[in-house]
């Protein structure tokens, strides 16, 4: 079965820092690798996601992710830290058949000013 | 504008109750999901369905019930079967079911029992 350990529930960096939020999964088969973000009371916004072909993907509000097939990790990260940005951060995978996504428990992001 | 809809947006139910969360979407996607989100324990999956007219347990099934007689339209019912009901309720669909396809979410509805 698929699984998705996301390190660390709670992340906080001053604003302008490194934002790196780390996701590992298992699956035996090539998985399919999401990154949502979820402002609170909302619904969840796609940020990335790899399907196939290059490994770093870049996504929207300049986060970008590395599939790294060695690790099975998907880690999240951005250059610099915005007020924004902070919300909570779901890494999900998927598999080929029924497209049904498995979450990760979540990483809270807190930027301080 | 194109998306997905779920109503209402807070739902308080008492013990013993049923009640039915809306999710409506006019992106005419053939794939519907029903996920319930608890603190700390990310999104779980409840239902899905494929096509209209079908539909497949997820993880954590008991105590829920769908439907699918439109393709717009995956309604879940909260029973009173399931024990504990108050949770986070999110509605995605994609327009494909092929691994990969990216799943767009509604707003979501908070439900609390009293």
């Known amino acids: 079965a698929q699984s998705v350990t996301q390190l660390g529930s709670h992340v906080s960096v001053s604003e302008g820092a490194l934002v790196l939020l780390r996701c590992n999964y298992s699956?035996?088969?090539?998985?399919?690798l999401f990154w949502y973000v979820q402002y609170p009371n909302q619904g969840l916004q796609l940020l990335l996601k790899?399907?196939?072909?290059?490994?770093l993907v870049k996504g929207i509000n300049g986060f970008e992710a590395e599939f790294k097939k060695s690790e099975t990790s998907f880690h999240l990260t951005k250059p610099s830290a915005h007020m924004s940005d902070a919300a909570e951060y779901f890494c999900?995978?998927?598999?080929?058949?029924?497209?049904?996504?498995?979450f990760g428990a979540g990483t809270i992001l807190r930027v301080k000013s | 504008d194109g998306g997905i809809t779920q109503s209402p947006k807070y739902l308080f139910r008492k013990e013993g109750q049923n009640v039915t969360l809306s999710c409506e979407q006019n992106?005419?996607?053939?794939?519907m999901y029903w996920y319930r989100q608890d603190p700390g324990q990310g999104l779980r999956l409840i239902y899905y369905?494929?096509?209209?007219?079908?539909?497949q347990k997820g993880d954590i099934a008991e105590g829920y019930s769908v439907s699918r007689e439109k393709k717009e339209s995956f309604p879940l019912t909260v029973t009173s079967a399931q024990k504990n009901p108050t949770a986070f309720y999110l509605c995605?669909?994609?327009?494909?079911?092929?691994?990969?396809?990216?799943?767009?979410f509604g707003p979501g509805t908070r439900l609390t029992v009293l």
């Open positions: 995605a669909s994609s327009s494909r079911t092929s691994g990969g396809d990216t799943q767009y």
């Open positions: 992106l005419n996607h053939d794939a």
């Open positions: 369905s494929q096509i209209v007219n079908d539909f």
């Open positions: 699956s035996s088969v090539p998985p399919y």
């Open positions: 790899y399907t196939t072909g290059a490994t």
């Open positions: 999900a995978v998927s598999e080929e058949y029924g497209n049904k996504l498995v």
